[in-house]
C-alpha cells in the first residue's frame, strides 16, 4: 500500500456513507465499515473478489454503473437499496481505480412502495362502493360511457340491466347484510365480461357488453329464477324479498345518460307491473 493509497483509505474511513474500491482489473480492493454495515458482509469476504468469481449472488448490483441498485437478501429485511455514484480516477495507484460512493435508501424506497399501496387503495375506495366493494356510480357512470363509446364505433351490441331489491311487506330500509348478501349472489351469477355496481342502497346496474336486448333477458331471467334458493336470515327467508329489473339496449344515437333513462323507465313499468299483480 502507497502512502498516498493510505491517505485515501484513511480519509475515507469513517464516512456515514458506503465506500467501495475498485482496482485497475476490476476487483474490489478495500470498502470502509459503512458499507459492510450496509451489506452484512465484513470485508474480507469481499475484497480480493471481482464480477467472474463473486460468490454473493444477491449482491452483483455492486459491480453495476451508478444509480439505484436493489441489493437482494434472504429476506425482506436483509434487502437493501443504494443509491450509487462513481468517481474513476487514472492516477498512478493501480489499486484505486474506481470508487463508488452508496446510500442506504432502503427507507425510502419502503416509505415510498408504502405510499402507493395507499394510494392504490384510495384509487379503489374511490371506484367502488364501500359495503358491497362492488364498482360505485363514479365508476359505473366511466365505464357505461366508455362501453357506449366502443358501441357506436364498431356497433356492437350493449345492453344495461337495472336491478331493484324490493321488500315485500314494505317495511323500512333493506339492511346492510341482506344488500351484502344478495349483491354477492348477483355477482356470481355474472360472466366476467360484465360489470355490476351498487347504485342505490337497494338498487344495481349491470353494463352487459356484447349482448342484445333478448340474451340480456335471458340472462336476468337465469339470474332471478334462482334468487329464491339465496339463504337469507329471518325474517328475510323465504319470498319476502323480490328482485326486478329493467333492462336496455344501446341504439345509435343513444348517449350514456339515454341508456340509463330506458333502463329505469323499463324499470318502473315492471315495478307497477309487480305492484297490480
Request: overall charge negative; aromatic content about 6%.
Amino acid at each position: 500500500m502507497t502512502q498516498s493509497s493510505s491517505i485515501i483509505y484513511q480519509a475515507l474511513q469513517n464516512v456515514p456513507c458506503g465506500v467501495l474500491i475498485f482496482d485497475q482489473s476490476g476487483t474490489i480492493s478495500w470498502l470502509n465499515p459503512a458499507l459492510e454495515s450496509m451489506l452484512g458482509l465484513k470485508a474480507d469476504q469481499l475484497v480480493g473478489q471481482n464480477r467472474e468469481q463473486f460468490p454473493f449472488t444477491t449482491h452483483r448490483g455492486l459491480f453495476k454503473g451508478t444509480g439505484l441498485m436493489h441489493l437482494f437478501g434472504t429476506g425482506v429485511e436483509q434487502e437493501r437499496w443504494l443509491h450509487c455514484t462513481v468517481e474513476t480516477r487514472d492516477g498512478a495507484e493501480p489499486a484505486i481505480h474506481t470508487i463508488k460512493y452508496f446510500q442506504d435508501v432502503t427507507e425510502l424506497m419502503r416509505l415510498r412502495e408504502e405510499n402507493q399501496r395507499l394510494n392504490q387503495q384510495v384509487e379503489e375506495l374511490a371506484i367502488t362502493d364501500e359495503l358491497t366493494g362492488l364498482a360505485n356510480r363514479q365508476s359505473l357512470t366511466r365505464t357505461l360511457n366508455t362501453q357506449v363509446a366502443r358501441s357506436r364505433r364498431y356497433q356492437n351490441p350493449l345492453s344495461l340491466a337495472v336491478i331493484h331489491l324490493l321488500d315485500k311487506r314494505d317495511e323500512t330500509a333493506i339492511p346492510d347484510e341482506i344488500i351484502l348478501e344478495v349483491s354477492r349472489y348477483l355477482r356470481d351469477r355474472l360472466r366476467w365480461v360484465d360489470l355490476i355496481a351498487r347504485w342505490e342502497h337497494s338498487q344495481f346496474i349491470i353494463i352487459l357488453p356484447e349482448t342484445s336486448l333478448q340474451h340480456g333477458k335471458d340472462l336476468m331471467d337465469k339470474v332471478l329464477a334462482g334468487f329464491s334458493e339465496v339463504p337469507l336470515p329471518a325474517p328475510y327467508a323465504g319470498d319476502s324479498l323480490e328482485l326486478l329489473f329493467g333492462l336496455a339496449e344501446w341504439h345509435k344515437g343513444q348517449d350514456a345518460r339515454l341508456l340509463m333513462k330506458q333502463a329505469l323507465i323499463n324499470l318502473a313499468e315492471n315495478e307497477a307491473a309487480s305492484g297490480q299483480a
